[in-house]
C-alpha cells in the first residue's frame, strides 16, 4: 500500500505537470496512456518470465528498475528539464517496470493461499490498492499544490524502499521443479497457445478488452473534469482521484459478497453500468459534490468489473500458465485502456470533454449488450490441479530432446456410441492441442469399423512429458468418458514412436569385384 502510495502520488504530478507543459487534451490523455501502453507490450514476455524464474527476484528486479527511473525524474524535474515528450517517456519507462511486476505479483497470490479464498485474496490485493487510490491522489494533489511536481516524484521514489525490503526479506516456499526451464519464446507461444484453446479465458479476454477501451476515459480524463469542468486545481484533482479510489474500495469491500450471490456476468453488468452512470453524470456536472458522488459510483464500477475480471482468469487457469493468463488479461485491459485514452482525447480535442465521456458511457453500454452473446463462465469449482502422471518407461532408450514424437491411441467403439464419441473427442481435441500436442488426428479403420484411432505429434520427449503433466483433474471428466465408450478387452492401447527419416539410416556399401575376390579388401571383414 505504501507503494500504491508513491504510484499515485506521481500519477498526479505527471498528469498536473503536463496540463502546465501542454496544453493539449490529448497530449494529457496520452500521460496514462504512457503508462498502460508497456503493459500491452511487455506482459506476455513478462508472464513467461514469472512462470519459468523466481517470482521473487523478479519483483525485486521490476522495482529496482522503477526506483532508479522516478529518482531520474525526480531530478530532471527539479531542474527544470522536463519537455512534454521527455515526460511521457519517463511515464513510459515506469510503465515498463509495472508491466514487469504485475504478473508476478498477481501470480504470487495465488501461490500464497488455496483455491478456495483466492476470490477473496484477490479482492483484498484490489482493496489495499484503492485505499491508497483513495487518499494518495489527495495527497498528491496538496504535494503538487504545496511543494511541485517534482516533490511528487521523489515521494514516489522513496515509497519503493521499503517494498523492495520487504521482498529481500521474503521466503516464499517453492515446490521443486521437475522439469528443465522452457526457452522464454517457446513459453511465450504455450500461454498464447494456452489462452487461445480456453474458450473460458478467452471470453474473459475479449470482455476485458472492450471494458477497458470505455472504462479508460474517466480516469484519462479526470485532469479535464477537475480543470474544465468543475473549473478547480490541483487539489480539486486530487479530490476527483480520491472519489474515485473511495468508490473502488467499496466495489472491492462489496465484490466477494455479490460474486456469491450472482453469476459473475451478473456482476460484471451491473459494474459497467455504474461506471457508465458516472462517466455521464460527471460530463454534465458542473457541481463538485455531484461530480465527486459520480466518480464514487464510477470507481465501485471499475474495481468490480476488473476484480472478477482477474479472478475469473485465475480460477480458469493451471498454475504452470497462470502468470501468462494474467499477462494476456493485462495486456487485453490496458491495451483497451490505452486505445481509450488515445481515442477519447481525441474526442475531447475535437468537441470538448464532456461528448467524450458521453461516448464512452455509450460505449461501455455496449459491453453490456455483449455480454449476452459472450456470456462470462462460472468456473470456481473447477479443479486445475495437476492429474498426476508418471513417465512411462521404454523399450528403445530416449533422452529429453529425441523427436518428433508421435502417439497413437486404439479405442473400440460400438456403431451406437460413434455420435457421443465423436463429441468426446472434439473436447479431446481442443484439451491436447491446448497442452501443446500438435497434427491431431482421429482416424477410423475401414477394415475393422469398430476400431479408432487417435494420433497426435508432439516435437519432443520432453515436450511429450511436459504435455501430459499439464493435465488437470477437470480434464479427468473427458477421459472417464473415453473409457466408458471404449469397448476393447483392457483400457485402450497406446502407442508412442519416435519418428525417422530414411535418410538417417547408415548405408551398408556393396562390395566391388574386385573386393570379392581379394580377401584383405573385404569390406564385411572384421579387423
Known amino acids: 500500500m505504501t507503494s500504491n ?12 505537470m503536463m496540463t502546465s507543459l501542454a496544453s493539449s487534451p490529448q497530449m494529457i490523455a496520452l500521460v496514462q496512456a504512457s503508462t498502460t501502453l508497456p503493459i500491452m507490450l511487455l506482459s506476455l514476455w513478462a508472464g513467461a518470465v514469472a512462470d519459468n524464474l523466481d517470482r521473487r527476484r523478479v519483483m525485486l528486479a521490476a522495482q529496482g528498475f522503477m526506483l532508479a527511473v522516478s529518482i531520474a525524474l525526480a531530478v530532471c524535474a527539479w531542474r527544470g528539464l522536463l519537455s512534454p515528450w521527455l515526460l511521457l517517456s519517463f511515464t513510459f519507462l515506469i510503465g515498463c517496470g509495472t508491466a514487469i511486476n504485475g504478473p508476478a505479483w498477481q501470480a504470487s497470490v495465488g501461490d500464497m493461499v488455496p483455491r478456495t479464498v483466492l476470490p477473496s485474496a484477490v479482492a483484498l490485493n ?23 511536481a517534482a516533490a511528487a516524484f521523489l515521494t514516489n521514489a522513496l515509497s519503493y524502499v521499503g517494498l523492495i525490503a520487504v521482498l529481500a526479506r521474503w521466503r516464499p516456499e517453492r515446490p521443486p521443479r521437475l522439469l528443465p526451464r522452457e526457452t522464454l519464446g517457446l513459453a ?22 472492450l471494458f477497458g477501451v470505455a472504462a479508460s476515459a474517466v480516469p484519462a480524463m479526470m485532469p479535464l473534469i477537475a480543470r474544465d469542468l468543475v473549473t478547480g486545481g490541483p487539489l480539486t484533482y486530487g479530490a476527483l482521484l480520491g472519489a474515485f479510489g473511495m468508490g473502488a474500495v467499496a466495489g472491492a469491500v462489496g465484490s466477494v459478497r455479490l460474486r456469491r450471490r450472482w453469476p459473475t456476468e451478473r ?30 459510483l464510477a470507481g465501485a464500477g471499475w474495481v468490480l468489473a476488473l476484480s472478477t475480471f482477474n479472478v475469473t482468469v485465475q480460477m480458469a487457469a493451471p498454475r504452470w500458465v497462470v502468470a501468462r493468463a494474467l499477462a494476456l488479461y493485462q495486456m487485453a485491459a490496458f491495451g483497451g485502456m490505452t486505445i481509450g485514452s488515445w481515442l477519447f ?52 532408450p530416449v ?3 529425441s523427436g518428433p514424437v508421435v502417439v497413437t491411441i486404439d479405442y473400440r467403439i460400438a456403431p451406437a456410441d460413434i455420435v457421443a464419441f465423436l463429441n468426446v473427442m472434439a473436447e479431446r481435441r481442443r484439451i491436447r492441442r491446448r497442452d501443446g500436442a500438435h497434427h491431431w488426428a482421429l482416424l477410423r479403420d475401414l477394415n475393422d469399423p469398430d476400431l479408432w484411432i487417435e494420433r497426435y505429434h508432439v516435437s519432443t520427449w520432453l515436450d511429450y512429458i511436459r504435455h ?15 473409457l466408458a465408450l471404449h469397448r476393447g478387452d483392457g483400457p485402450p492401447r497406446v502407442h508412442r514412436m519416435i519418428e525417422r527419416q530414411t535418410g538417417s539410416l547408415p548405408v551398408t556399401r556393396l562390395p566391388s569385384s574386385r573386393e570379392m575376390a581379394d580377401p584383405m579388401t573385404d569390406p564385411t571383414r572384421s579387423s
Do not use: C, K
Open 5 to 16: 502510495f508513491g504510484g499515485l502520488i506521481q500519477s498526479v504530478g505527471a498528469s498536473w
Open 126 to 148: 484490489s482493496m489495499g490498492f484503492n485505499i491508497a487510490r483513495s487518499m494518495g491522489p489527495a495527497i498528491g494533489g496538496a504535494i503538487v499544490a504545496a511543494a511541485g
Open 188 to 209: 511465450m507461444a504455450a500461454g498464447l497457445r494456452y489462452v487461445r484453446m480456453s474458450p473460458s479465458i478467452r471470453t474473459v479476454l475479449i470482455r476485458a478488452a
Open 267 to 296: 456482476v460484471v453488468r451491473v459494474a459497467a453500468a455504474a461506471l457508465a452512470t458516472g462517466a455521464a453524470v460527471a460530463a454534465i456536472s458542473p457541481f463538485l459534490p455531484l461530480t465527486l458522488i459520480a466518480l464514487l
Open 345 to 396: 482525447g481525441s474526442i475531447a480535442d475535437d468537441h470538448g470533454v464532456a461528448t467524450a465521456l458521453f461516448v464512452a458511457a455509450g460505449v461501455q453500454l455496449s459491453s453490456i449488450v455483449a455480454g449476452f452473446r459472450l456470456p462470462l463462465p462460472d468456473i470456481e469449482t473447477a479443479n486445475l490441479d495437476p492429474r498426476g502422471w508418471e513417465t512411462p518407461d521404454t523399450s528403445v
Open 399 to 401: 533422452e529429453p530432446r
Open 468 to 482: 501430459n503433466q499439464r493435465r488437470t483433474l477437470a480434464d479427468h471428466a473427458n477421459s472417464e468418458a473415453l
